[in-house]
């Protein structure tokens, strides 16, 4: 199959686990024999530098026209401390969003056996914890206008916005994702006090009964937070709006033991996206530690939804595995003086799916 993927390495550590992870995707085409086809792009602080856009139009075009976008991180320190910035690195990865109609950003929580002893919770809660959360990600108050400060400077505002179409596409493709797994939903809101949660409400529940094999829960976002910590198994797919969606993912990253370790999708209505949802990890940019198998497996998503081969997909995932088993890991997750390279690591997991395919 001819296979035609764009690469954003962004910010940080993003160009090194972007490597790493395009190595995997090398690998993996040449022994199931795709024709690879990629191209890379700037986006963030890397695009500002460059030509004054943290998203180019030429980054844009090269996206569209590709089957999959393999993204690293963005952000960097040169523009966090500074709320007087005309462009932010931030603003590349909203108008790609936008631009590209990525609407639903897909970000599963799974535990692995041998980073249990890493999570900040008792083994018992956390032990086979398996759900997935969908964060609308094109609307809400990310986007939503007037957005900005009074004449004076002393009133900043946001606004929150949704509509009954947005609603709908999302909490449609989260029952979708129920109906594949444990038949189990959970909408997240806080329709208690925001009329766009009230109107998240109305249309979930008229959208309810479309879907009597899925049992359907309501919960506030407050109380969410608590009980993904708290019972994190008791949760198979959340479906919410992009803000609590932000929050809530990153709370739930903590049941894995590490940050470093969790993938995401991001669907679009053009094309879509593959990254870590952790950041750029300044501190450790170029220093050849920092953990590429989030990025490694969001690979292993692009193959599973972008381009529906699970073999490949599957492939990956056992990689990984297996250099957990061993532990060929980064330093956040290895045994103290044991850490291997960022680049160690990627090499590993490369030679592991030639192994793996050769004994399929
Ligand atoms: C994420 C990030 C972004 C977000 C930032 C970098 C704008 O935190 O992808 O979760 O808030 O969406
Ligand atoms: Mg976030």
């Known amino acids: 199959m001819r296979i035609n993927i764009a690469v954003l390495s962004g910010d940080g550590i993003g160009p090194e686990i972007v490597t790493q992870a395009l190595n995997v995707v090398k690998t993996v085409c040449s022994v199931y024999k795709h024709d690879l086809h990629y191209e890379s792009a700037l986006v963030g602080a890397a695009a500002i530098d460059a030509c004054g856009n943290p998203y180019p139009d030429a980054t844009h075009e090269l996206c569209l026209n590709s089957d999959a976008v393999l993204f690293g991180a963005i952000g960097s320190p040169k523009y966090d401390n500074d709320p007087s910035a005309k462009v932010r690195p931030e603003q590349g990865l909203l108008a790609m969003r936008k631009k590209l109609g990525l609407y639903a950003n897909i970000r599963p929580v799974v535990t692995f056996p041998q980073l249990l002893h890493r999570s900040p919770l008792r083994r018992d809660l956390v032990e086979g914890a398996d759900f997935v959360c969908i964060r609308e990600l094109t609307g809400g108050i990310y986007f939503g206008r007037p957005q900005g400060r009074s004449e004076d400077g002393n009133t900043a505002y946001d606004t929150c916005v949704y509509t009954r179409d947005e609603i709908e596409r999302i909490v449609r493709l989260a029952y979708k994702y129920a109906q594949d797994r444990r038949k189990q939903l959970t909408i997240v809101d806080k329709a208690n006090v925001l009329s766009t949660s009230r109107l998240w409400r109305q249309v979930s529940q008229e959208l309810e009964n479309e879907?009597?094999?899925?049992?359907?829960?309501?919960?506030?976002?407050?109380?969410?937070?608590?009980?993904?910590?708290?019972?994190?198994?008791?949760?198979?797919?959340?479906?919410?709006?992009?803000?609590?969606?932000?929050?809530?993912?990153?709370?739930?990253?903590?049941?894995?033991?590490?940050?470093?370790?969790?993938?995401?999708?991001?669907?679009?209505?053009?094309?879509?996206?593959?990254?870590?949802?952790?950041?750029?990890?300044?501190?450790?940019?170029?220093?050849?530690?920092?953990?590429?198998?989030?990025?490694?497996?969001?690979?292993a998503l692009m193959f599973d939804y972008a381009l529906g081969l699970k073999n490949e997909a599957e492939c990956i995932r056992k990689a990984v595995d297996k250099s957990l088993n061993e532990g060929i890991v980064t330093e956040d997750i290895a045994v103290e003086g044991k850490a291997a390279k960022t680049s160690e690591t990627g090499e590993w997991i490369c030679k592991q799916i030639k192994y793996l395919y050769k004994f399929s």
């Open 211 to 299: 879907y009597p094999d899925v049992k359907t829960e309501y919960m506030f976002v407050d109380n969410a937070a608590m009980q993904i910590i708290q019972y994190p198994k008791r949760f198979d797919v959340v479906v919410t709006e992009n803000m609590f969606g932000d929050i809530l993912t990153d709370e739930a990253s903590v049941i894995t033991g590490s940050l470093g370790m969790l993938p995401s999708a991001s669907i679009g209505v053009h094309t879509s996206v593959f990254e870590p949802i952790h950041g750029s990890y300044p501190q450790a940019a170029g220093k050849d530690i920092a953990n590429p198998l989030a990025t490694i497996l969001s690979a």
